[in-house]
C-alpha cells in the first residue's frame, strides 16, 4: 500500500518562499507520478504541480509556472515542492498525491494515494 505524507507548510509573507515535503512509503516508487494539489477555502481541489519518479520531469499548473520548482531525492524517498514568490492567492492547504504511472497526470480523481494535506498562508 503506497502511502504519502506532506509536510513544510506554514505562514509566509508576500515574496517569500516555503519548500513542502512529500515522503513516500510502501514500495518503490519509481514507476510513479507524484502530483502537488490545493485547495483554498470555497473552491475546488487544483493541480499545481506533477513530477515522475523515474525521469524526474515536471509539469505546471500557469499560475505557478516559473515559480514553484517540484523535484526529487531518491534516496529519501522524498519529493519536494520549492515555492517561491509566493502571492495571497497561493493561500490553500496543499496536497501530495502518488499514482503508478509515467504520465505527468493534472486530473486529481485519476490519483490513488492522498496525503493529509499542508496548510499555507500568504499574508502580511
Known amino acids: 500500500q503506497v502511502q504519502v505524507a506532506e509536510s513544510g507548510g506554514g505562514l509566509v509573507q508576500p515574496g517569500g518562499s516555503l519548500n513542502l515535503s512529500c515522503v513516500a512509503s510502501?514500495?518503490?516508487?519509481?514507476?510513479?507520478?507524484i502530483g502537488w494539489f490545493r485547495q483554498a477555502p470555497g473552491k475546488e481541489r487544483e493541480f499545481v504541480a506533477a513530477?515522475?519518479?523515474?525521469?524526474?520531469?515536471?509539469r505546471y499548473a500557469e499560475a505557478v509556472e516559473g515559480r514553484f520548482t517540484a523535484s526529487r531525492d531518491n534516496a529519501k524517498n522524498t519529493v519536494y515542492l520549492q515555492m517561491n514568490s509566493l502571492k495571497p492567492e497561493d493561500t490553500a492547504v496543499y496536497y501530495c498525491?502518488?499514482?503508478?504511472?509515467?504520465?505527468?497526470?493534472?486530473?486529481?480523481?485519476?490519483?490513488?494515494?492522498w496525503g493529509q494535506g499542508t496548510q499555507v498562508t500568504v499574508s502580511s
Open positions: 513530477i515522475s519518479w523515474n525521469t524526474g520531469g515536471t
Open positions: 498525491a502518488a499514482r503508478y504511472t509515467f504520465v505527468l497526470i493534472t486530473i486529481a480523481g485519476e490519483y490513488d494515494a
Open positions: 510502501g514500495r518503490s516508487f519509481r514507476t510513479y507520478t
